[in-house]
């Protein structure tokens, strides 16, 4: 079987298309999408946090723009969530907010979006966003 993406025709038969969900702490970790991108049938974004470090001289609606001009690139069809925004999750404070709701809430963005695969940072031990 085959379809055309991005004026590229790609063979399902002899590559995997995923449903790929992109768990990410900040709106600037998207660098880890680059290299799968093209990989995925859909691409969808949860961001964890604000991503708004304390003290910083900006506010949540520019790191959602940033982001949204980022995924322009690299997937403008990319389903993006702001997350840490809509539950007031602050950049540093995702360990000590995340609580059992938040997690079932993900599961069912999972289940409803039939995510077949999850890419996230990997465990860096020290991080206190990123680890978690």
């Known amino acids: 079987m085959e379809f055309d993406t991005m004026n590229e025709s790609f063979d399902t038969d002899s590559r995997v298309y995923r449903n790929r969900l992109w768990l990410l702490a900040h709106q600037d ?3 880890v999408a680059l ?3 093209s990989e995925s049938k859909n691409n969808s974004v949860i ?4 991503g708004v470090r304390r003290g910083a001289k900006f506010g949540t609606e520019l790191r ?3 982001a949204k001009k980022v995924w322009g690139e ?3 069809g990319a389903l993006l969530n702001f997350f840490g925004t809509k539950y ?3 950049d540093g404070s995702l360990a000590e907010t995340l609580n059992a709701e938040h997690l079932m809430e993900l599961v069912s963005i999972c289940k409803a979006q039939d995510i077949q695969e999850i890419v996230t940072l990997q465990l860096e031990g020290g991080h206190q ?3 978690v």
Do not use: F, N, S, V
Request: with cysteine; net charge negative; charged share 40%.
């Open 88 to 90: 007031a999750i602050r």
């Open 35 to 37: 290299h799968l991108c």
């Open 47 to 50: 961001y964890l946090t604000d």
């Open 129 to 131: 966003d990123h680890d």
């Open 64 to 66: 959602i723009q940033e």
């Open 29 to 31: 970790d998207e660098i």
């Open 74 to 76: 690299i997937d403008k």
